[in-house]
């Protein structure tokens, strides 16, 4: 199984030690943590998610596949992308990504969320991919629309956030879409 994902101006590579640092560029910032459960991070929660991250990587029977988003113009790591395998049996997988502010705009989200799918039914030879967004966040629905993904729909109160409950749209794709879209873009969606 590949360890480095590649697109046109990203790269992905299985996350290090060394990358706590970056990820606490971004991870400490109000903007990028708005519509998530955890955050502004401390330096020591920064640290944490990354150590966390390299435990899960040695799991024999291993679900989580944690990258930095690494841009190959300037080599800069400018954030993570994340997939889960939430049902082996039904082979099904969840996909996230998350970019420093300083890079929004550039379509680094998009690539990373296509690539992700990618590896999900590439190599983790999977049905189902889904990921789920805050509606308030109409970037990351784009985002998630660009990667051919269909909104399923609402899930209605089902995160916690420290201003209370949020809903999440969810997006999925299945295999033969993927397949179909695939073919058409001439080997990338």
């Known amino acids: 199984m590949s360890s480095v994902l590649v697109s046109s101006h990203v790269f992905l590579r ?9 990820v606490h560029k971004y991870a400490s910032k109000e903007a990028v943590c ?3 459960p955890w955050g502004p991070n401390s330096e020591e929660k920064s ?4 150590n966390q ?3 899960d990587a040695k799991k024999v029977e291993r679900t989580r596949f944690v990258f930095s988003i690494v841009e190959k113009e300037t080599g800069s790591m400018v954030g993570a992308g994340e997939f889960n395998i939430r049902d082996s049996q039904n082979k099904t997988g969840e996909i996230g990504y998350i970019v420093n502010p300083d890079y929004w705009g550039k379509g680094l989200a998009t690539e990373t969320a296509k690539v992700l799918v990618d590896f999900g039914f590439e190599q983790l030879n999977l ?9 308030r966040n109409i970037a990351s ?10 909104q399923e729909g609402r899930m209605r109160e089902d995160l916690l956030l420290k201003d209370g409950w949020r809903d999440s749209f969810l997006y999925s794709i299945l295999y033969h ?8 873009a001439g080997g990338n969606i």
Request: glycine share 2%.
């Open 14 to 22: 299985e996350m290090e030690e060394k990358d706590w640092m970056d």
């Open 34 to 36: 708005k519509y998530q």
């Open 47 to 50: 640290k944490n998610f990354v």
């Open 53 to 55: 991250v390299l435990i």
């Open 127 to 135: 049905h189902r991919i889904f990921a789920t967004c805050d509606p």
């Open 141 to 150: 629905a784009k985002v998630l629309e660009k990667t051919g993904m269909v």
């Open 177 to 184: 879409e993927w397949k179909s879209n695939f073919s058409k």
